[in-house]
């Protein structure tokens, strides 16, 4: 009698237990199909490499990989990420829950696709974000962006709120992530869960930021040269223009002279030469200047062709139209 007894409880939780595990998968279904797709999903080596490098780990790698995240070249890339009214350099996208990453191939490049991949997965991040968590999260990114005197920053807030209103937080959360060095200690401690060590993030950030800045750096250099250059070569023109008048008229002045006052002509001849030497000395300095000018221009054009190449390398439209 007591065994049947204890029976018929057991039977009792039993059928409580699967109620309750039945309903927490329906309220944590999310969370199942998550548990599922990790299951199965084994990372390839390239896309393991690029969550080690950036130090992916506990709930960043989890999202990065339940992104099934894949790096695509040109032609493949675009059909998933870009489209002809894009007026910026697309280097990854988050659609329907899965990362898809340009293929940059340039070692001076190294760097882009780690920042991409991160910067992809805290956009996956965010979408699974709970209403709470975005009402407490939201506020630390305005604060944020509040503190920060970054001209690149405001140029980019006004781009997302002109081509994707209200994504604004969405993507500050993923830029301020991968990007920004100093943040505050509570947006600090919030990327945590994501990053080991997020300051390696910003170093492949900086690393190829490094060398736009430096070009960009050094055609301005040249540029302000250039300028000064110019400006010494024209001023010389027109003090040269000016001499070659005066000349003019001495020469004439010599000739009259030369028919009329042999004697005068004869103590005036010295000045003459003395101001033709001097024209002439100004000629060859200012051919130097305009030899100078020229070299610092093919310089110019040598790094403007460089940094046009980068940029080239980062454009996956450039890259999927056959270059001849």
Known sequence: MRKQTFSSIGSIFFTIAIVVIGLWAVTNRQTVVDWWRLQSYKPSPQILQLA??????ERGRELFYLSAPVVEGGQLFNEHCTNHSEQTIVLGCYKLQQIYLFDVTDPRLNGVEEVTAAHEMLHAAYERMSREEKERINPLLKDQIDKLSDARLTNLIKLYNKQ??????????????TEYRELSPALESYYKQYFADRQKVIGYSEQYESIFSASQARIAELDARL?????QVEANNTILEAKQTELEREMNRLNIFRQRDPAAYNQAVPSYNAKVREFNVLVAQNKQLVEQFNVFVKERNREAAAQSDLYHQLDSRYQAVPQN
Do not use: A
Not at 52 to 57: A, F, G, K, L, Y
Not at 164 to 177: Q, T, V
């Open 52 to 57: 080690d490098n950036t130090t992916m780990h």
């Open 164 to 177: 994707e209103p209200g994504e604004l937080y969405n993507e500050m959360h993923s830029i301020l992530g």
């Open 227 to 231: 300028e000064t250059l110019r400006s």
